[in-house]
């Protein structure tokens, strides 16, 4: 919730239904859920973007700690005290995953590790589109094929770490929703967790042939097996690794 929020809480109100100049809807802890189906956007292919980047707190501090050795030259002969997760140590590298439930009864997960990348056409109709470990601007994405709405019973979207370097208190990361008609649906990963190595975000469910988004934003010291103790998916997990890039 931004400072104007809470000085005018009338204003708020207006991102339940989009806000004319952003043309988006941010789910908070205040208005956590939206359903697709009143937004008329249950169809067509759904798209769920992560994208992620440092935290500008960490540039500042190189950018002043720069201007003090300008002042103080004698410094450039001490040792540097290094702190750990800055982007010059740690090469953060978040993965988006799904886990999913049919109304077959079939359950399953879409993520980079594993190569589990899914399929948009046939079961679950939800698939990745590539892993990115970088943090690039375009980020990593899922598609949900929402024509195929009445054979899906839930999608529970997660962020991790695949490193296991816990630094999400060094990236500032977001994961939009973009519906084939309507605003786009953010939500910000804006809690601090510096030992949090997941975070479950949204989930998606059909309850009564009505598909409703609703905010999570809960962070694990665990992994995915951690996750789908929480929301009692009931999966099998064994350690999995990523070829090198």
Known sequence: M??????FPGRAAQFDSGSAS?????????RPTVSLTKQGAATGNLRVNLSWRMRTSDI????KQ???????????FKPEVVQAHTQGVVNVDLDLGCM???ADGSKGV???LGGFFGDLNT???VKLSGDDRFGSPSGETIFINLDHRNEIKRLLFFVYIYDQTPAFDRTHAKVTLYPSSGPRIEIELDERAPQ???CAVFTVENVKDELVVRREVKFVYGFQAELDRLYGWGLQWGRGYKTKA
């Open 66 to 76: 720069s201007g003090r050795l300008l002042r103080h030259p004698s410094k450039l």
């Open 123 to 125: 079961a679950p109709y």
């Open 22 to 30: 952003s043309n988006s809807i941010d789910l908070t802890k205040r």
């Open 2 to 7: 931004g400072f104007w929020d809470g000085l």
């Open 100 to 102: 999913y439930e049919l």
């Open 60 to 63: 500042e501090g190189r950018s």
């Open 196 to 198: 949090a190595r997941s």
């Open 110 to 112: 879409v993520q980079p």
